[in-house]
């Protein structure tokens, strides 16, 4: 059976990490790819814009919630690499040093940069070196003009079900590296 068999292998974070949310990252990211294929086009150049890789840092004003009644205040600062998919599906990577976290995010605009408010729905997962845990978080997200995104995100521990929510805005210092 190989490597996949030992149990000894089932018991590290590592693989508890990939066998969690792996699963749900895929499955999502597979459901958000299949629902977009229309083309979006700059509307001053008339040019189809097939992606955008984007870096910089966030600054994330956020109050975090949990079912015990616990809120949390926190300003974080997220260094982050992305690519944005003919302007509907963004996915990046970062680090968040208060939280000693990496994380996965993904989004889907269902609801397109070219509306008054554009909206997207988000699924994300993160993996803290600190506590050794990883979080699964989703919810809507939607554009505020030029100067960032408000948010609502339901999420929870991967390892057992315990709700929580985050609610706050993500104001974005961001640089396009490269579009096509």
Known sequence: MGFLADTKYKQTPLFKLFSMNIKIIIIGLIALLSTFSAKTQDKKTGTIETYRIITGVRVNPVLIYNLKGDVNEKVLLHGELGALFKKRFYTSVGYTAAMNAIYNFNEYWFIG???????????????????????LQTGPNIKLSKIGNVFAFLFTPADKFS?????????????VIKKK
Not at 168 to 175: D, M, R, T, Y
């Open 163 to 175: 709700l929580g929510l985050k609610v706050g805005v993500f104001i974005p210092l961001n640089i």
């Open 113 to 135: 940069f070219d509306k008054k408010v554009p909206v997207s729905w988000v699924l994300a997962a993160e993996y803290n070196f600190s506590s050794k845990k990883s979080y």
